[in-house]
């Protein structure tokens, strides 16, 4: 048995060795969670771009119509928006465009934007069971929507014209002359004339 006096050395060096053991673990545990940090701040904004376009003219007219000799008529429709667009033409009446399309060979219709052909026939028939399968070839109908223009930008302007004319074979004129142009629905008319909407999209995006 030891001595006293070592006995108190040996719990001195036992109670020594415990202090170091904690002040090893309080360092450790603050050296995982002491490091260097730095920041900067940021925010996000943004802005909505828009389509939207402006027609000079919503009223357009043949006048007094011949057979054999085509009318032209155009407008002209501006990109008011912020962002590039596609511009179409769409005839949302789906009466009247059938009206127009049961000519067949008696009449023609022509679109065109900024002086580009977009749409030619001369055989207006929607009928597919006289027809077959529609060709530029055969019958052709005018179809329910025709894009005037790609990626439009910002004031960009697109002029469109529709030009139509009656087949000079066109006979039977009424005794008193004259008429309506493009009488709908077919059979028992109570308008005239083909009604359209020009529609500004999104670049390659269909109305």
Avoid at 11 to 32: K, N, P, Q, W
Avoid at 109 to 114: D, G, L, V, W
Avoid at 131 to 146: L, R, T, Y
Wanted: include cysteine; charged fraction near 10%; glycine fraction near 14%.
């Amino acid at each position: 048995m030891l001595p006293k006096n070592n006995r108190r050395a040996r719990l001195a060096v036992g109670a020594g060795s415990l202090v170091l053991v904690a002040a090893g673990l309080v360092g450790s545990v603050g050296g995982s969670l002491a490091y260097f940090t730095d920041s900067q701040a940021g925010s996000l904004t943004g802005s909505i771009g828009s389509i939207k376009g402006q027609t000079n003219t919503n009223t357009l007219a043949y006048t007094n119509l011949l057979p054999g000799e085509v009318q032209t008529v155009d407008a002209k429709v501006t990109n008011t928006g912020l962002n590039n667009q596609d511009v179409w033409v769409v005839f949302d009446n789906a009466d009247a465009l059938h009206a127009l399309n049961n000519l067949g060979t008696y009449g023609e219709f022509h679109i065109a934007a900024n002086g580009s052909a977009k749409f030619d026939s001369a055989n207006l028939n929607d009928r597919l069971s006289t027809c077959g399968p529609f060709s530029p070839d055969g019958c052709w109908p005018v179809p329910q929507k025709v894009k005037l223009a790609s990626n439009v930008p910002p004031t960009g302007t697109v002029t469109y014209s529709f030009g139509f004319g009656y087949a000079g074979k066109l006979q039977g004129q009424s005794a008193e002359g004259g008429g309506a142009w493009n009488a709908y629905p077919l059979g028992a008319p109570t308008a005239s004339g083909l009604p359209y909407k020009i529609v500004e999209t999104q670049v390659g995006q269909q109305p």
